[in-house]
């Protein structure tokens, strides 16, 4: 829990201070205090009170001042499920990532993989996926608003092509993609169609069985290997997004399926008339990047735990990781090298001639000089690199974007 007044770089936001803004909401006042007030479609509510304090980006990384709300009232599942708030993200100057870019200290560019069933990363900044990511699929934003809202123009199930066009995608506020609801929804048309292929597809499987679900309109089946989405291929086929730009979204069971149980329920839901919701479910396992740069989102399957191993960004150990150094790109501001004492000489063997530098600088672990070198002889446009020494492990980034761990 945030202590504001244990924090001596916290500070209040008053009514009339430039930094009270809320987004796509309005902010409310009470003696002279800058606050939020949110409620959510699904009942859930938030409020409290705008604070200011500083943000550490990365391991040693340069401390931004960041604008967030202190919860002092929060009701239905905002109260009862295990996290605690709320994490912005959205399209907006005031979001985490957008005041971090306005900051200057990332691009405007962010990741995001939500694990099946754990190991979430979050990936500030633009940070190149691992060599053996597959080539994404890119589909543009639409819209000048503070949501992420794509374009579907059709829909397929098991090869078979149910929806052609944009109508039933375009209702309400259209498509949006939104990690912060649990489940996805679908104009009643769409879900209809939707669910009659997946019933005549079960119908012909007699393994599978009718089985009730936690809530009265959830939709199951039992009689499929429970538990591991990764063996339902047999049982359930996949589907496909059609999205602009002429690309398709390859969906497995996994992203339409949860499990409950010995069963496997439907993940999306019955939205009448009103908007298309990609919820978290049909993003698992996905490495979703939205880049603001060029208003575009790119979808990369790979498994979460396998992408957190492979940048190193949980508090797995990564000695085991090492990328040679001719693997190390200069011109890249977004890539990784061996950790601990190795990042900065891999560094400057990769960046420097080998004229340029003493042997006894390369084979040291002194990152004042290395890092000097590299600034000097790399010759690269606008990269100035800082390195730190921590007692375990060495980093170095440019500009504020943590690049070697």
């Known amino acids: 829990m945030f202590q504001r007044n244990a924090s001596a770089t916290s500070s209040t936001i008053g009514c009339f201070d430039a930094r009270c803004s809320c987004g796509g909401s309005s902010c409310t006042c009470k003696n002279d205090q800058c606050g939020y007030s949110v409620r959510y479609l699904e009942g859930s509510s938030t409020s409290g009170f705008l604070t200011e304090d500083l943000l550490a980006v990365g391991d040693g990384g340069p401390a931004a001042k960041l604008v967030f709300g202190c919860a002092q009232s929060e009701t239905g599942l905002l109260r009862d499920q295990s996290a605690d708030g709320i994490f912005g993200m959205g399209r907006s100057p005031v979001s985490l990532h957008g005041q971090l870019v306005g900051q200057g200290i990332i691009d405007d560019v962010f990741s995001m993989c939500l694990g099946a069933p754990k190991e979430g990363v979050l990936l500030l900044g633009n940070v190149a996926l691992p060599a053996d990511a597959p080539a994404p699929v890119v589909t543009p934003v639409v819209g000048g608003t503070n949501r992420y809202n794509l374009q579907i123009e059709g829909l397929t199930f098991n090869g078979q092509q149910l929806v052609s066009g944009q109508t039933w995608f375009s209702y309400g506020l259209g498509t949006i993609w939104d990690s912060g609801t649990t489940f996805s929804y679908f104009t009643r048309s769409v879900f209809n169609l939707l669910v009659g292929a997946i019933r005549r597809h079960v119908e012909a499987n007699p393994d599978l069985v009718s089985a009730p679900g936690p809530y009265s309109d959830d939709i199951c089946w039992s009689g499929a290997p429970a538990g591991d989405a990764s063996k339902l291929g047999p049982y359930f086929p996949g589907l496909e997004l059609l999205l602009a730009g002429g690309v398709r979204l390859a969906r497995a069971p996994l992203h339409y399926l949860y499990p409950n149980g010995a069963a496997w329920c439907l993940a999306f839901f019955d939205n009448a008339y009103s908007s298309t919701v990609l919820g978290a479910n049909m993003l698992l396992d996905t490495v979703a990047t939205y880049d603001g740069r060029l208003t575009q989102m790119r979808f990369t399957a790979y498994e979460c735990d396998r992408l957190s191993v492979a940048l190193a960004v949980t508090g797995h150990d990564s000695s085991n990781i090492t990328i040679p150094a001719a693997d190390i790109n200069c011109n890249s501001s977004a890539y990784h090298a061996p950790s601990g004492a190795q990042a900065v000489q891999a560094l400057a063997a990769a960046c420097i001639p080998t004229a340029a530098l003493k042997p006894a600088t390369v084979a040291s ?37 943590r690049v070697i761990t």
Do not use: F, L, M
């Open 365 to 401: 672990t002194s990152y004042e000089e290395v890092t000097a070198a590299v600034n000097q002889h790399a010759r690269i446009p606008g990269v100035r690199w800082t390195c730190i020494d921590h007692i375990d492990h060495a980093e170095c980034w440019d500009a504020g974007k």
